[in-house]
């Protein structure tokens, strides 16, 4: 077992973001990146990031990206999180369980990586625990692919971008990342 979240020392730098309904969400920095005059940085939860979605029976679960902080679907997960001596956090971006949690099977990622039939684009995640709230089904799942947050920094500050300086510099950002990766 490790340390809930991506196995990071305590020498990481860390930053707080907090949303406009006043939730935090500490994350490790991972990368500090100038663009255009202005300084971006690429955060990853301290905490392992969950997301809830509806379980129907044989199909495909149904991811639920809106979800009140008082909703009676997040206590009951809370108590089922309990169980497992873990808690959940209703952090900024996202719902993230602090604790310590199994790593996930390597054996089993790399069988999802070789098959053919996975949709490269599409995310794969891991279910955590499974609980019942009037007579609906629910999950809590991993994302397998890192979950990394983008944000602008403002005196030392990270601040969330708006939807629209997302859009344009995003490109940006993961040119800026490839370069830094593989320099010609």
């Known amino acids: 077992m490790s340390e809930s979240g991506p196995g990071k020392s305590s020498d990481h730098p860390t930053l707080l973001v907090r949303d406009r309904e006043g939730h935090d969400l500490l994350c490790f920095l991972e ?16 905490d392992t990031p969950v997301s809830l979605f509806r379980l129907n029976n044989d199909a495909e679960p149904v991811p639920i990206t809106e979800v009140a902080s008082s909703e009676p679907i997040l206590s009951v997960a809370d108590v089922v999180l309990q169980e497992h001596d873990l808690v959940l956090v209703r952090s900024a971006i996202t719902l993230t369980v602090s604790g310590e949690l199994e790593e996930p099977d390597q054996d089993e990622l790399d069988e999802l990586e070789e098959d053919d039939d996975v949709d490269e684009d599409a995310e794969t995640f891991e279910l955590l625990v499974s609980f019942m709230v009037d007579a609906e089904e629910y999950g809590l799942y991993i994302p397998l692919d890192p979950f990394l947050v983008l944000v602008r920094m403002v005196d030392g500050q990270a601040v969330l971008l708006s939807d629209d300086e997302l859009d344009r510099v995003q490109p940006l950002i993961e040119a800026e990342l490839e370069e830094r990766e593989w320099p010609d």
């Open 31 to 46: 990368h500090l990146i100038p663009i255009e005059g202005q300084d971006y940085a690429l955060l990853s939860p301290v």
